[in-house]
């Protein structure tokens, strides 16, 4: 699942899923790094500009949902995007949009930490959690319950056993949430 919502408001309103790297938007490479690392089918919530990404993206394949209530947070897109998943999921493998250093390999590590519904494993930079994390669908039901504002499942995570799966070595965490991020990308 990849969360491509946010509207980019300390980048002078631009929805982050538009952005762009090496010709690419980062809706469109992201949304390939999760097919790449066996996610299928991969589901894509929008939310600022949503009808300009649907009209520019490459999302052929993709199970796109909007989220309405964009603008409350990543909380409301992780709610939107787990409503949707099919019954027969087993877990779901949550990447965000405005992480372009996370790519195929990571995510597939993470997703290789996957043993059954009551799983919960992150990617890990350093020893330090970050995305994409894999959640079990045991745990859907009370990610949907918790998930509130910019936090996402932070709240849900707190005091429950997560695998870390380290990722440093083929990935960075580094966000993109200001002109200036943009720079420090590679070309």
């Known amino acids: 699942m990849l969360l491509a919502a946010g509207g980019g408001r300390r980048l002078g309103g631009r929805p982050k899923a538009l952005l762009t ?78 992480q372009p250093r996370v790519g195929a390999a990571a995510m597939r590590r993470v997703a290789a930490a996957f043993t059954g519904p009551h799983v919960l494993a992150a990617a890990a930079y350093g020893g330090e959690r970050g995305h994409p994390v894999l959640i079990g669908s045991a745990h859907f039901g009370g990610v949907r319950a918790a998930a509130r504002g910019d936090a996402g499942a932070r709240g849900y995570l707190r005091g429950r056993e ?26």
Not at 60 to 80: F, H, I, K, P, Y
């Open 21 to 98: 790297l090496r010709g690419r938007l980062f809706v469109d490479a992201a949304a390939e790094a999760l097919r790449a690392a066996g996610c299928a089918p991969v589901h894509v919530v929008l939310g600022a500009g949503a009808a300009e990404v649907r009209a520019r993206a490459r999302l052929t394949g993709c199970e796109v949902v909007e989220n309405a209530d964009w603008e409350t947070g990543m909380g409301s897109s992780l709610r939107a995007g787990l409503a949707t998943l099919p019954g027969t999921a087993g877990a779901a493998l949550v990447a965000l949009v405005d």
């Open 162 to 187: 997560v695998t870390l799966v380290e990722c440093g070595d083929v990935g960075a965490p580094d966000d993109v949430d200001e002109p200036g991020d943009l720079i420090d990308l590679p070309s």
